[in-house]
């Protein structure tokens, strides 16, 4: 275990191949409630001026509560076709009160690092996209408990049925194996959190 910067990690990213279209597309993997979110907003922060980052929720593709492989179809036709063939991308955002997809499309120009973010989005189906990948891990129990703090308690059955398809996902794809970081979610070392996070294995 050890204390790596954010700015060590862009930097790293930086010096790595464009496989999409010449974005470095980066994913921010691990399970529901593990610190994806912060990390992938940290990062994104990190990057030096003039670098174009842009950040992508896997949680604004889903169509409610499907399997976390559920964002797969509208990513591929709405960013990553549109760039390889040279075509600007938009998305729609899923209203996760409403239960549908919003009217509005959000275009995303093509940057020079793209985040994405979310359970899943470092799989096997995607690594020849991948400039790096991370994988964040934390405790069940906390991860649980982050989950309904921001869910509410009323979506119980829909969070223990995701982590039990999640569970079964990441066994299969052994996203954690293949990452080229796990980073610690919920780290008891002292750090600079904004600037720093712990690497657990990599």
Do not use: C
């Amino acid at each position: 275990m050890r204390i790596e910067s954010f700015r060590e990690l862009s930097e790293d990213i930086m010096d790595r191949p464009a496989r999409l279209a010449g974005v470095r597309m980066v994913a921010v993997d691990g399970p529901a409630g593990s610190g994806k979110t912060s990390f992938a907003d940290r990062l994104a922060a990190a990057f030096v001026r003039g670098v174009a980052v842009a950040v992508l929720h896997a949680d604004d593709l889903y169509d409610g509560w499907q399997h976390p492989t559920g964002f797969d179809a509208r990513l591929r036709e709405w960013i990553v076709e549109p760039w390889r063939t040279g075509r600007p991308a938009a998305y729609r955002v899923y209203d996760w009160h409403a239960g549908e997809f919003g009217a509005e499309w959000v275009r995303l120009p093509r940057p020079d690092v793209l985040i994405v973010e979310g359970v899943s989005t470092g799989g096997r189906r995607w690594r020849n996209l991948l400039s790096h990948l991370v994988y964040v891990e934390a405790e069940s129990r906390l991860r649980l408990e982050r989950g309904l703090a921001r869910d509410g308690r009323e979506l119980l059955p829909h969070l223990l049925r995701w982590r039990e398809d999640e569970s079964e996902y990441f066994a299969a794809d052994r996203t954690a194996a293949r990452a080229d970081l796990v980073v610690d979610g919920a780290p008891e070392v002292e750090h600079d959190r904004e600037r720093e996070f712990v690497v657990a294995r990599g």
